[in-house]
């Protein structure tokens, strides 16, 4: 019997953006705003006019955007610094899979100028904002109801005031009466 060993070619990772941005229609001045580069610094990504970036945030972003592992691409190397594991996070990948929304529909929800943070919230190297109308822009774009927004803003509040050293336990009515104040001021506001 005739053995048939199967020699894999890895594609270039100027090759495999090239088919990204061609398959999903996406122009590459948009591909840029999301990675946070030039435009003409794409066009010679995929033209191999430079080398393909081995800057890890940029390939991380790249990635992201992809919907792929970085480490599909040869150039990246593993970054030394901690990539945040936000149940947030985790939460808003979730949303867009139930709404079987690509990161591409997903980041094109979003103006153009706050394309880029989602990607680096996607990618773990920001956390989810603590500001309510950042997060109700993220919740519209998934189209969450507004109790469900409120709800996260109260978990990443109770997140964020716990990483900054506060006792929430030991300080329940303060941190409640911060929220009733919230929720009424929320409510007043629509």
Same mark, same amino acid.
């Given at each position: %019997?005739?053995?048939?060993?199967?020699?894999?070619?890895?594609?270039?990772?100027?090759?495999?953006?090239?088919?990204?941005?061609?398959?999903?229609?996406?122009?590459?001045?948009?591909?840029?705003? %999301?990675?946070?580069?030039?435009? +003409?610094?794409?066009?010679?990504?995929?033209?191999?006019?430079?080398?393909?970036?081995?800057? +890890?945030?940029?390939?991380?972003?790249?990635?992201?955007?992809?919907?792929?592992?970085?480490?599909?691409?040869?150039?990246?190397?593993?970054?030394?610094?901690?990539?945040?594991?936000?149940?947030?996070?985790?939460?808003?990948?979730?949303?867009?899979? @139930?709404?079987?929304? +690509?990161?591409?529909?997903?980041?094109?929800?979003?103006?153009?100028?706050?394309?880029?943070?989602?990607? @680096?919230?996607?990618?773990?190297?920001?956390?989810?904002?603590? @500001?309510?109308?950042?997060?109700?822009?993220?919740?519209?774009?998934?189209?969450?109801?507004? @109790? +469900?927004?409120?709800?996260?803003?109260?978990?990443?509040?109770?997140?964020?005031?716990?990483?900054?050293? %506060?006792?929430?336990?030991?300080?329940?009515?303060?941190?409640?009466?911060?929220?009733?104040?919230?929720?009424?001021?929320?409510?007043?506001?629509?």
């Amino acid at each position: %019997m005739k053995s048939k060993n199967k020699t894999i070619v890895k594609e270039k990772s100027s090759e495999k953006l090239a088919k990204f941005l061609d398959k999903n229609n996406l122009h590459k001045k948009d591909f840029a705003e %999301m990675i946070g580069v030039t435009l +003409s610094y794409v066009y010679n990504l995929i033209d191999e006019t430079i080398p393909f970036s081995t800057r +890890s945030t940029t390939l991380e972003r790249i990635a992201t955007v992809m919907e792929i592992e970085p480490e599909e691409f040869e150039e990246y190397k593993i970054p030394q610094e901690p990539l945040l594991i936000d149940e947030f996070v985790e939460y808003l990948k979730e949303g867009m899979k @139930d709404k079987s929304m +690509s990161v591409v529909n997903f980041l094109k929800a979003f103006p153009r100028k706050k394309r880029l943070e989602i990607v @680096d919230i996607l990618r773990g190297s920001l956390p989810m904002p603590i @500001d309510y109308k950042e997060l109700s822009m993220i919740g519209q774009v998934l189209e969450l109801n507004s @109790d +469900s927004i409120y709800e996260m803003w109260e978990k990443r509040m109770h997140q964020f005031l716990e990483t900054g050293g %506060m006792n929430v336990s030991a300080n329940t009515g303060l941190v409640n009466t911060m929220f009733d104040c919230a929720k009424k001021y929320i409510k007043s506001n629509k």
